[in-house]
């Protein structure tokens, strides 16, 4: 049997073939086949899809798992047009307390929203492209694992900007697709995104909210136990994290894609952009070579309003709020 959708395929009979168990794909790209199999029986059912089979590599499925929610984050994107631009929001924000640099740049820089997103999604692609990280979609190499975290802190800032700033399209988005949910439910059971940074209320999107909250609750229980019996850390989370490479030497040998989807058989993130490679290159392991610099405490916008050291606020004034928060 042919799984694919043919030219002259009407919408109504789209991948309208047998479902499969993930044992009897027999491709190199079966994960992602299984991925999509289950989003298209029911995308609300994020349990079953998250959860990673039986005998499965572990590190493969969270690779294949961003590489799907990658591609399906465009489409949603794709809804922002003439909605968020850089006079709407010029600024990269979820709430005030919190501005995102774009790293997409020689040195992190603000950008207005939609170019933040863009280039957040272009540097995504391009790093799960890439041959030298990812060189084949069989295994993943221990010292790939360090960027995951990254790149999932990175695209949940696309659903918190949405969800605070352009509510109606993250609405209508969710109810059809379930990806938000998905997404949070991803990293909560894979330990990709601190909660500090989940702001999305879960009670506000989400459909599977027992599950959501049992989830939650069975892995603050597991890190208790792990700390009063000093369990090791997981493979992960023990490997130690390679150097990261330099701009100049990445750019060149990561291939530059957002994906788009197809016509037929699994989506793929084959197609090109016309964004520069030296410039994508750099975008999210800029972020790896910031996180082992240590944390300083951010600076304050330009022209927001400080004390400065040992200085006191003038009579009868209230001192000044404190600067928003900003985060390569």
């Not at 991925?35 to 029986?41: A, W």
């Not at 492209?129 to 990175?154: C, E, G, M, Q």
Request: aromatic share 8%.
């Amino acid at each position: 049997m042919i799984r694919r959708n043919t030219p002259g395929t009407k919408s109504a009979q789209l991948n309208a073939w047998p479902d499969q168990e993930l044992n009897e794909m027999d491709s190199c790209v079966a994960l992602q086949q299984y991925i999509q199999q289950l989003i298209r029986k029911d995308c609300s059912d994020v349990k079953t899809i998250c959860q990673l089979p039986e005998g499965q590599d572990e590190a493969l499925w969270q690779y294949e798992h961003l590489r799907q929610l990658t591609m399906e984050l465009n489409k949603f994107v794709t809804s922002f047009d003439g909605i968020c631009t850089d006079k709407t929001c010029f600024k990269m924000k979820a709430t005030d307390e919190w501005h995102y640099l774009c790293a997409a740049h020689k040195k992190p820089k603000e950008c207005c929203a939609i170019d933040y997103i863009i280039h957040t999604l272009d540097g995504t692609a391009a790093l799960l492209n890439s041959t030298k990280w990812f060189p084949d979609r069989v295994h993943v190499p221990v010292k790939s694992l360090k960027y995951f975290k990254s790149i999932a802190r990175r695209l949940y800032r696309i659903f918190a900007h949405a969800y605070f700033h352009h509510r109606p399209i993250f609405d209508e988005f969710e109810n059809e697709t379930h990806l938000c949910e998905r997404f949070v439910v991803f990293c909560k059971l894979y330990d990709l995104v601190p909660d500090s940074c989940l702001i999305i209320p879960p009670n506000e999107f989400m459909v599977n909210k027992e599950y959501y909250a049992y989830l939650c609750a069975t892995i603050v229980s597991s890190s208790a136990g792990d700390e009063e019996g000093g369990a090791a850390p997981t493979p992960a989370a023990a490997a130690a994290p390679a150097p990261a490479p330099s701009p100049a030497s990445t750019a060149s040998t990561i291939p530059l894609a957002i994906p788009t989807p197809s016509g037929g058989g699994p989506l793929d993130l084959g197609a090109s952009t016309a964004m520069s490679q030296s410039t994508m290159g750099r975008s999210v392991v800029a972020e790896v070579e910031q996180a082992s610099v240590p944390a300083m405490p951010p600076p304050p916008l330009e022209g927001a309003a400080s004390t400065g050291v040992g200085e006191t606020p003038a009579a009868g004034m209230p001192p000044p709020p404190p600067p928003p928060h900003e985060e390569a």
